[in-house]
């Protein structure tokens, strides 16, 4: 039989990424405030495995690392394709006992070629709607501490001996 987790989903038995029933301890600004609750709470023998940080107000944020180019693109595709060339042409001398030398350049120009023209074509089909490089991660802006619901008075009660553990509710 499956309980439910503040999560919508039934636990898991032995899944490690949920508590039975868990309560919030802290909401912190930022993940080490958060690390350094929990840490204090080891330090002072709390079975912290009863514990859990949780990442809350997910963001999505795009770095914009540069503009794209076709000559960038190319070099891009044909950087890209000599690594595959290069590995494909380390497994094909795996299984020849002549020419290795031979096999490696003419997998790592074949793989330059197909990685140029393959970025090209993917750069055309774009039409010019996304002329930019850029990295994307998902970050949370509050991390909740969560303990189970039989250890949460122990933990309050440990984290008043903390200045500046618990956030000021009235800020």
């Not at 919508?8 to 993940?31: I, K, M």
């Not at 595959?84 to 330059?112: D, H, K, P």
């Not at 070629?113 to 490089?133: H, Q």
Request: charged share 15%; net charge neutral; aromatic share 12%.
């Amino acid at each position: 039989m499956s309980t439910p987790t503040p999560f919508g989903s039934p636990r898991q038995p032995g899944n490690p990424l949920t508590l039975e029933f868990p309560q919030s301890l802290a909401v912190y600004d930022d993940y080490a405030q958060a690390q350094r609750t929990v840490d204090y709470l080891s330090d002072q023998g709390f079975p912290v495995e009863n514990c859990m940080i949780v990442g809350t107000d997910l963001k999505r944020v795009e770095r914009i690392t540069g503009r794209l180019t076709t000559g960038r693109v190319a070099l891009g595709g044909a950087l890209t394709g000599i690594w595959f060339g290069l590995f494909i042409g380390l497994l094909f001398t795996l299984f020849t006992e002549e020419g290795a030398l031979g096999i490696i350049v003419s997998t790592v120009l074949f793989g330059a070629l197909f990685g140029l023209i393959w970025g090209l074509v993917g750069y055309a089909f774009t039409r010019g709607r996304r002329d930019f490089s850029s990295i994307t991660q998902v970050v949370a802006t509050k991390y909740e501490v969560l303990v189970e619901h039989k250890v949460a008075t122990q933990a309050r009660e440990l984290l008043a001996g903390l200045p500046g553990a618990l956030p000021n509710p009235f800020a």
